[in-house]
């Protein structure tokens, strides 16, 4: 089996099959030392993106922690809040009860050409009467 080297000094001849083969053995030199060069900065550049990120994630665990501890307390805020709002409405019942048993009377009765339905009015507003 012939090597690269008797390959190139049968194709060349001997002084410029010898040369070309030496320049390729010193072109895979290069290439390897090249090689073993872009391994270590790799290497450099892994080990540098790692200390960042630990760094990174260090920095943001505190900032975590506050979105976390303000977050419960919007929730709660907001809970309270509904609530609130829901026992105004309910506090609000009796009265709206009250109005509509003030109108049906007031339909019933005497006044009854003079006093219109209450008109739509957005969920949450209390109706109000027009004089007819």
Known sequence: MKTRRDELIESHGEPVGT????????????????????QRRL?????AITAKRK?????????QAEMDRTYKLWL???????AQRLADERALMGLQEQVIELTR??????FADRVKQWVKVPEGEMPQLQAG
């Open 19 to 38: 040369a070309l083969f030496d320049i390729e053995v010193a072109a895979g030199v290069r290439a390897h030392d090249q090689y073993l060069e872009q």
């Open 55 to 63: 760094g990174a994630a260090a920095r943001l665990a505190p900032l």
């Open 105 to 110: 009377a007031m339909n019933r009765d005497r």
């Open 76 to 82: 709660a805020a907001c809970e309270a809040l509904e």
């Open 43 to 47: 290497a450099e550049v892994n080990a």
